[in-house]
């Protein structure tokens, strides 16, 4: 049976994706901020194969988790479902990146790099991304004025392509992006349109299915259909150009397929 390792996996659709996948007999690797978020799964934490820890702000604790992963061994699929929206300012993590460009973008990148490679990889994007083109100018927000709502915008344009680029280098890999909708999470809020289970189905179907539907790389989801993503998003130059800068701001690079 298929070990999943699933980001962000102690709330939300990274938790709904676990129990959905658990409940099916798969093997499911967690994955918390701290130990005191571990603590707060419960009984899934005793169904799971396995429970990492570690802050996605941080490059130190990113690299332990991937090592925490590593030492369990390798994984069938991994779901980078972790993220946040709305930081009301830059912030600043230990190595100084902006913590939404860290959290979503960074930490994507350097698990991608770092964990042995799975056969399948999901990543979870947004509708949003569509407004985050033009971000290479100034990927970090050292320049420009916060803006919260864009910084999240191009942190999900940035998994889409990321997830295309990987579909093109990796060809022995399926890597995907999903969008889940305005789902009731913390981050949605109680008045978002789309339940838990609808928002996960997409991202643990891709992560496990033998549905030849579901046995494509190099796409974008939405509730189980494909649907056109940005333009930048699917254009190799900016996919190339990305992942050298995300190299140069982590000091990872990514294996070549």
Do not use: C
């Not at 102690?10 to 994955?31: E, I, N, P």
């Not at 191009?154 to 093109?168: M, Q």
């Not at 978002?192 to 891709?206: E, N, Y």
């Amino acid at each position: 049976m298929a070990f999943v390792f699933i980001t962000g996996s102690t709330d939300g659709l990274g938790r709904a994706a676990a129990q959905s996948l658990l409940g099916d007999g798969y093997q499911v690797v967690l994955h918390a901020r701290s130990a005191d978020r571990a603590a707060t799964v419960g009984d899934l934490a005793s169904r799971a194969a396995g429970m990492v820890v570690g802050d996605l702000r941080s490059d130190a604790e990113t690299r332990a988790i991937a090592d925490q992963v590593n030492a369990i061994g390798r994984m069938d699929a991994i779901i980078h479902n972790a993220g946040v929206y709305t930081e009301r300012s830059r912030g600043s993590t230990p190595e100084g990146h902006a913590s939404t460009l860290a959290i979503n973008t960074l930490a994507s990148y350097m698990l991608t790099a770092l964990i042995e490679r799975p056969s399948r990889l999901v990543y979870l994007s947004s509708g949003l991304h569509r407004g985050g083109e033009g971000s290479l100018v100034d990927l970090d927000w050292t320049k420009r004025s916060w803006d919260p709502a864009k910084a999240y915008a191009e942190s999900k344009l940035h998994v889409v392509a990321l997830a295309f680029a990987l579909a093109r280098r990796w060809p022995e890999v399926l890597s995907n992006a999903v969008d889940p909708g305005w789902a009731r999470t913390k981050m949605g809020g109680s008045s978002a349109p789309v339940d838990l289970q609808t928002g996960q189905r997409t991202q643990s179907w891709l992560a496990v299915s033998d549905d030849p539907a579901a046995m494509v790389s190099g796409r974008y989801w939405h509730h189980l259909r494909q649907e056109q993503p940005a333009k930048e998003a699917a254009d190799p130059e900016f996919q190339d150009k990305l992942i050298a800068r995300l190299s140069e701001l982590t000091g990872v690079g990514l294996p070549q397929g």
